[in-house]
């Protein structure tokens, strides 16, 4: 590192795998079990938070293009097509449209969208060596197939738009439709081939090195110190603060025929406090480690 350079500290960094999969669980697990407008909502702006301080707000933006649309999608498209619910508020297209389709809806997207949110952070933070240091010796092939398939999807991005940057430099830019068509064809097929040649080259070499071998050792700088027992002590007190609330009944709304949730006493507001909590303690520690380096000026 040059003297005087910048770093950019990660909270999450430090931990031990098995801590920040707990934690990553234990935020898409309450999000799907949670059928409630307060806990998508809580959700939505914890995950959101969380995916701005480790990938920053132009990486968020873009995971939006994607989430805004789907939202509105859905929110829109549901009481368009499902016209149950008591509580007729107007008629389109000779079709009662009701506030519980509506809110039905709404609720749906805000879960979709933050359960997206948070698979964005999951990416960031469990990096394919904590997923196979996790789950290499119980199961290495299945470990090695989830770990390249999570890994897939962005590489192909990269390798296409690699791909298309030296086409454009070799051959200019297509203009007649048939010349895109034929681009377009090309380059499928050299990203294919790339893909193919580099999932096989995969494999050869984690064979080569012994991985899947009974009674291999591995080598890993991991540590379960004291801070990750904190914060996996704090994670799944929380969580089975959230998980005995729903039990009961907490952090659920019934919609149809008409809306009714069980939240108007103290253990529905505890419930959501543990569950806001849990939401927020990722963007909080990550705040609070930002707050320390930056106080040293060794942040970017």
């Not at 196979?132 to 770990?147: K, R």
Request: glycine share 8%; with cysteine.
């Amino acid at each position: 590192m040059e003297h005087g350079a910048k770093v950019r500290a990660r909270y999450f960094a430090a931990l031990h795998p098995s801590v920040c999969m707990a934690y990553f669980v234990a935020a898409i697990g309450l999000t799907l079990a949670c059928s409630h407008p307060a806990a998508a909502a809580l959700s939505l702006a914890g995950g959101t938070a969380f995916s701005i301080l480790l990938r920053g707000g132009k990486e968020t933006a873009n995971t939006y293009k994607f989430v805004l649309p789907m939202f509105l999608l859905i929110a829109i498209g549901n009481p368009l097509f499902n016209h149950r619910g008591a509580t007729m508020l107007f008629m389109l297209f000779d079709q009662w449209i009701t506030l519980e389709a509506i809110s039905y809806g709404l609720v749906s997207a805000c879960t979709l969208s933050a359960i997206i949110v948070w698979f964005a952070c999951y990416q960031q933070v469990m990096t394919s060596d904590k997923f196979l240091y996790l789950f290499g010796n119980i199961a290495p092939n299945t470990a090695l197939l989830i770990t390249m398939t999570l890994r897939f999807i962005p590489k192909l991005k990269k390798d296409a738009a690699d791909i298309a940057a030296a086409e454009t430099m070799l051959n200019g830019k297509p203009q007649r439709l048939t010349q895109k068509l034929g681009a377009v064809m090309r380059r499928l097929s050299v990203l294919l081939t790339m893909s193919m040649e580099a999932a096989v080259e995969t494999a050869d070499s984690m064979r080569a090195r012994g991985y899947g071998e009974a009674r291999r050792t591995t080598f890993h700088l991991f540590r379960f110190d004291t801070r990750s027992a904190v914060i996996m002590a704090a994670v799944l007190s929380l969580a089975a603060v959230c998980t005995a609330g729903r039990i009961y009944g907490y952090g659920y709304m019934e919609f149809y025929p008409r809306i009714y949730a069980l939240d108007t006493d103290a253990g529905g507001a505890a419930m959501l406090a543990a569950f806001a909590a849990v939401m927020f303690m990722g963007a909080i520690l990550e705040m609070k480690e930002a707050a320390v380096w930056r106080s040293c000026g060794l942040t970017e």
